[in-house]
T-cell receptor, first 116, second 113 residues
Framework: EPEVTQTPSHQVTQMGQEVILRCVPI?????FYWYRQILGQKVEFLVS????????KSEIFDDQFSVERPDGSNFTLKIRSTKLEDSAMYFC??????????????FGPGTRLTVL | QQQVKQSPQSLIVQKGGISIINCAYE??????FPWYQQFPGKGPALLIA?????SEKKEGRFTISFNKSAKQFSLHIMDSQPGDSATYFC????????????FGTGTRLKVLA
């Protein structure tokens, strides 16, 4: 069964450093998302991406964040200058472009980001 | 208005019992309500989902009950098993072009053997 994959599974970085989290969505999916989950809290929407542009972003997704689809398969989240409060699990998700099934998002296993 | 309220925060059920988790929302524009199951260290996995045009959906031991007028929906896990021990999130989305999910706060379920 197709699945969303994410790398790395765990990233440790120093405050102020840039990190890039990588995702490979399911191949025929056209909507892509990033969510984050701070330890023990709920999953929060960060950004949605369709047709090579951001379709919506949350207030969390400030100028330090950016997303990119550099090729036909990868979808990346970049944090330019990490802060301690960026420590969280980051989930990538994707969905098809079909009204009957677009709503269903498939989540990757996540990248745990630890900012020291 | 974008919130989804979920209760209880944690739940302990005996093996074979029924687990019930409740969610409530305010925004009547929500039109898709999935439930996700999450094991520690893993990503959320879709369990079952419902649209507001039906009042109930059943898949195996999992049932969603939906009350449109009360703006509430719930997950029932029949014959709960220790393997069901996980965190369960309800969510809601709007057919607005982005389909982003608004998640509930999660329920940590423990099923005792």
């Amino acid at each position: 069964e197709p699945e969303v994959t994410q790398t790395p599974s765990h990233q440790v970085t120093q405050m102020g450093q840039e990190v890039i989290l990588r995702c490979v969505p399911i191949s025929n999916h056209l909507y892509f998302y990033w969510y984050r989950q701070i330890l023990g809290q709920k999953v929060e929407f960060l950004v949605s991406f369709y047709n090579n542009e951001i379709s919506e972003k949350s207030e969390i997704f400030d100028d330090q964040f950016s997303v990119e689809r550099p090729d036909g398969s990868n979808f990346t989240l970049k944090i330019r200058s990490t802060k301690l409060e960026d420590s969280a699990m980051y989930f990538c998700a994707s969905s098809e472009f079909d009204r009957a099934s677009t709503d269903t998002q498939y989540f990757g296993p996540g990248t745990r980001l630890t900012v020291l | 208005q974008q919130q989804v309220k979920q209760s209880p925060q944690s739940l302990i059920v005996q093996k074979g019992g029924i687990s019930i988790i409740n969610c409530a929302y305010e925004n009547t524009a929500f039109d898709y309500f999935p439930w996700y199951q999450q094991f520690p260290g893993k990503g959320p996995a879709l369990l079952i989902a419902i649209r507001p045009d039906v009042s109930e959906k059943k898949e195996g031991r999992f049932t969603i009950s939906f009350n449109k007028s009360a703006k509430q929906f719930s997950l029932h896990i029949m014959d709960s098993q220790p393997g069901d021990s996980a965190t369960y999130f309800c969510a809601a989305s709007i057919n607005s072009g982005t389909y982003k999910y608004i998640f509930g706060t999660g329920t940590r379920l423990k099923v005792l053997a």
